[in-house]
């Protein structure tokens, strides 16, 4: 019985409840709806805190563009105020590239501002869409601005220049004077270079001091007619015309630079010249030798014909009477010692070999700095009619020459960098002459 009653009950309780769920359907189906409500709005506030939402960055970036958009606008107003007093300060040639970017400044500004009328448009446009032209005027405004305070920069460069040009053309005139007094020692120099060198060696430096004169003549005029402009204001439209004087004195200092620099290759040309002279007897003294010791007759031909050459190529220079050519002899001694040189590779040591080319290498690079410089001036003269060919094995050499004189723990691939150099000086000399000539 007792367990009848129990189940009874049961039966009871369970359709009590049945009851229950029946009358209070509605509310329990809104109370799993409040619950479940409840937690997604918790969610989206945990993440909110987590991570600013796409609207309020929307908002930061917007409020940047606007900033941005009046600090373009009043640039492109203070621009157009600017270009007015360059133009009427330096004339309309000088102020057209200012100008012109105050013309594109103001077509980027344009185009921002229609971004921004778009983006207050009464259908507004998705919020990527609101970004992307939000980025879009940000970039906008900022490469105006920028622009435009590179614009403006330059004209308070040019300005300060013009302020300047009291101090500017006292140092033109001071630097004619002084240019002015290095002739009589070019001249100088120039006369004792023909008494003792080839006149080849000078072609490019025969009128250095007429050419100075000219362009020091030129500088003072236009240094003379630039004076008379000068204001009292302090603002001075001469800017110009100190430039066009500065590059005159420039050209006639480097003119009278150049003689006094290949008197100085030229004279440690001849230098070299006697050191290489007495390290290819000693070479002669040892292929001698080892022509006797070769081990056959074909080594001991080689040897005994790079004897001759070296032979050769030192009775030339001990006929050779003033004015000489120390380059032309370095050459053809560097030469002949090269054969030499390979002839008796296999009978030296390392040692040995080392030994040779720090004697040789001397020689070597002063011929190829002489060269460099003459067929440097050559070229510069020559102007435009010298084409690419011979400047780019100019070129070549020059970088010869930096691998030679970096290579100084290794003196034989120094040599061989040094005489890769003269080799390309040669053709570059060939090539240069041959352009100028047609």
């Not at 029946?22 to 709005?41: D, F, I, N, S, W």
């Not at 105006?144 to 300047?164: K, N, P």
């Not at 003689?259 to 004279?267: G, M, N, Y």
């Not at 030499?340 to 020689?363: E, M, P, T």
Request: with cysteine; glycine share 6%.
């Amino acid at each position: 019985m007792p367990r009848l009653d129990v189940a009874f009950s049961s039966i009871q309780a369970a359709g009590d409840l049945v009851g229950g769920l029946v009358a209070g359907g509605v509310t329990a189906v809104l109370a799993v709806a409040v619950l479940v409500g409840g937690g997604l709005v918790l969610l989206f506030r945990r993440r909110d805190g987590a991570r600013p939402s796409a609207a309020s960055g929307l908002t930061t970036l917007r409020t940047q563009a606007n900033v941005l958009l009046v600090r373009a606008d009043e640039a492109v107003k203070a621009g157009d105020d600017e270009l007015g007093f360059a133009i009427a300060q330096f004339g309309g040639e000088r102020s057209r590239e200012f100008g012109a970017a105050v013309t594109e400044a103001r077509s980027k500004v344009t185009r921002a501002f229609q971004l921004r009328h778009e983006l207050d448009d009464a259908f507004p446009e998705s919020i990527q869409k609101q970004r992307e032209w939000t980025l879009q005027i940000v970039a906008l405004c900022e490469s105006a601005i920028a622009l435009l305070a590179g614009q403006d920069h330059s004209f308070t460069a040019l300005r300060d220049e013009e302020v300047a040009a009291p101090e500017r053309l006292a140092d033109v005139q001071s630097s004619i004077l002084a240019t002015r007094r290095r002739f009589t020692p070019s001249l100088a120099t120039l006369s004792r270079l023909a008494d003792d060198y080839a006149p080849s060696l000078l072609s490019a430096h025969e009128t250095a001091v007429a050419d100075a004169t000219a362009l020091l003549d030129t500088a003072e005029g236009v240094a003379d007619a630039a004076a008379g402009q000068l204001s009292p204001a302090g603002v001075n439209a001469v800017n110009d015309s100190l430039v066009d004087a500065e590059d005159a004195v420039r050209r006639a200092v480097r003119l009278l630079d150049a003689v006094d620099a290949r008197a100085t290759e030229l004279d440690a040309a001849t230098a070299a010249l006697s050191t290489l002279v007495a390290t290819a007897r000693a070479d002669l003294t040892e292929a001698r030798v080892q022509r006797e010791a070769a081990p056959d007759p074909a080594t001991s031909e080689a040897i005994n014909d790079a004897i001759s050459g070296v032979e050769a190529a030192l009775a030339g220079v001990a006929s050779a009477k003033p004015p000489t050519d120390p380059i032309t002899s370095l050459d053809a001694i560097g030469a002949a010692v090269a054969v030499l040189d390979a002839a008796l590779a296999s009978a030296r040591n390392q040692k040995q070999r080392l030994d040779h080319a720090v004697s040789a290498l001397g020689g070597t690079l002063a011929s190829a700095k002489s060269q460099f410089s003459a067929i440097s001036a050559f070229i510069a003269v020559g102007g435009r009619r010298v084409g690419a060919d011979a400047r780019t094995r100019l070129a070549q050499a020059e970088r010869e020459l930096i691998d030679a004189q970096a290579a100084g723990a290794d003196p034989v691939e120094a040599l061989d960098a040094a005489r890769r150099a003269v080799t390309h000086l040669r053709d570059a000399d060939a090539l240069a002459r041959y352009d100028a000539g047609h």
